[in-house]
DNA sequence: ATTAGTTGATACCCAGAAATATCAACTTTC
DNA sequence: GAAAGTTGATATTTCTGGGTATCAACTAAT
């Protein structure tokens, strides 16, 4: 017998498993990824690997595209209105010389953000990418800045 | 002579002229407005007149389909996510019974309120269908209210 | 070192969203 | 009151975004 560790965070499918998982096809995910929907975790050879999470928040992107009938673009612009700033606490002048708090097309975690707080962290573990992949949850985030109780 | 008094809230245009000015034809204008985009003026006889400032909303949103890509559920729901409690600042009671403060896939103007502040209110005539068509004013919006100087 | 699977890139296909055309009934204009 | 324009509705067309297939070069496993 042998112990297993349930982590719905750690990268465990090769990008053909994913892709059968999920019932599309392998230059699907990567365009996915090319559109700066998803970051999936790589191997020293440069290998996608991907985890439950990553399953999970693939199939809330399929919903939006099939049944709610968004483009990826309209993706991309909703996900670039989340409130990063208020997320992870950046400093006023990091929001000035950020690409990330200026954009309405691309999502934060699409740009490299120098000279700021997020500049060596890695985007994929951020709560910004992380937490805020459904716009009930984007639209439950703004509500809260807003100072209301939800 | 006669004095001409410049009002781009006044309605102006029937449907036809609208649609050459912006180079669609007349069933695209009806859709956009049943998609709930725009709200048109109405005469007494039920007939459409748009006004420059509706032209420019039209034009916003053209640009969004054919330059952004984005598609026109994808605009609905970037649209619900306008914070409009914050502009109509409406109470506790009215947020808890709106449906537009729930929806995130239509826009608040397409609900009728009941028993909200905004439940008399032309839509129309509402800030929050004026000042933010666009995801740049969007955007600022949410700056602001989350207590930041832009 | 051979087999299986991956990479990025390019070329291709097609469902269906976006836009148009058309209709009889109605409204406005002159 | 006749002509021009509009209404809502339905049928039809256009066109491209989302998805796939295929490729040679590379990586991984046994």
Redesign the pocket.
Known sequence: MMEITLDTKTPIY????A?QLL?????????????GLII?H????????YSEDDLERLRCI?RA??ES???????KTIYSLIPCWEVVKCSEEDRKICNAFQSHAQPCWTFNHPNTTCENRDCRDCEVYTEYSQCGSIKDLIKKISGIAT
Chains 1, 2 share one sequence.
């Open positions: 090769p990008i053909r498993t892709a019932g599309i096809s392998v230059p699907t995910l990567r365009m996915y990824e090319k559109e999936p790589k191997t020293d050879g440069n290998q996608r690997i399929r595209i099939n009938k968004i483009s990826i673009n309209g993706i």
